[in-house]
T-cell receptor, first 112, second 114 residues
Framework: SQTIHQWPATLVQPVGSPLSLECTVE??????LYWYRQAAGRGLQLLFY??????ISSEVPQNLSASRPQDRQFILSSKKLLLSDSGFYLC???????????FGPGTRLTVT | AQTVTQSQPEMSVQEAETVTLSCTYD???????LFWYKQPPSRQMILVIR??????QNATENRFSVNFQKAAKSFSLKISDSQLGDAAMYFC???????????FGKGTKLTVNP
């Protein structure tokens, strides 16, 4: 069966510091991968998605970036965090475009 | 742009009773998919049920079923025989066919009273 991992689970970072969140999927190959952000009291917002290694699509302009260095690894990064980057970040995977998306356990990021 | 509206910020139900969560969406597309996700206190999003727009039959998964009214653009979730473990935030989501993007509503917090 497929599993999806995210780390770290929680992170507290000062404004202006860099960020790296990692997501890995096991038990499948060539998945579509997604990064979502959930602000407090709100639904999820798609940030990036990837349909293959090195292929990244951005949905929201911001100071975040994503990379997919390996088939089942998806990384969310920032060079300088802003207060507004605080939130709950969820990684998800799917078998393909018209398939269900399955979510990881998430990372709670607090920027101070 | 497609939007998803959940008009009930909070709902409560007695254990073993039935509750219905509402969702409406706005789209001009004919090919799309609708989902309900559950987010318990652990905050991991769990897929509850999926409905393809081209299917007239309402989807069912054990105690969970939907009432899909395509013309009204309504997609409600019915939870039967509610259990304490059903307490969570429930999110309705829409995806256009061929798109990677899930559009979420703001959620409904469901409380189950013993």
């Amino acid at each position: 069966s497929q599993t999806i991992h995210q780390w770290p689970a929680t992170l507290v970072q000062p404004v202006g510091s860099p960020l790296s969140l990692e997501c890995t999927v096991e038990g499948t190959s060539n998945p579509n991968l997604y990064w979502y952000r959930q602000a407090a009291g709100r639904g999820l917002q798609l940030l990036f998605y990837s349909v293959g290694i090195g292929q990244i699509s951005s949905e929201v302009p911001q100071n975040l970036s994503a990379s997919r260095p390996q088939d089942r690894q998806f990384i969310l990064s920032s060079k300088k965090l802003l207060l507004s980057d605080s939130g709950f970040y969820l990684c998800a995977w799917s078998q393909g475009t018209n398939y269900e998306q399955y979510f990881g356990p998430g990372t709670r990021l607090t920027v101070t | 742009a497609q939007t998803v509206t959940q008009s009930q910020p909070e709902m409560s139900v007695q254990e073993a009773e039935t509750v219905t969560l509402s969702c409406t969406y706005d789209t001009s597309e004919s090919d799309y998919y609708l989902f309900w996700y559950k987010q318990p206190p652990s905050r991991q999003m769990i897929l509850v049920i999926r409905q393809e727009a081209y299917k007239q039959q309402n989807a069912t998964e054990n105690r969970f079923s939907v009432n899909f009214q395509k013309a009204a653009k309504s997609f409600s979730l019915k939870i039967s025989d509610s259990q304490l473990g059903d307490a969570a935030m429930y999110f309705c989501a829409y995806r256009k066919g061929g798109s990677e993007k899930l559009v979420f509503g703001k959620g409904t917090k469901l409380t189950v009273n013993p």
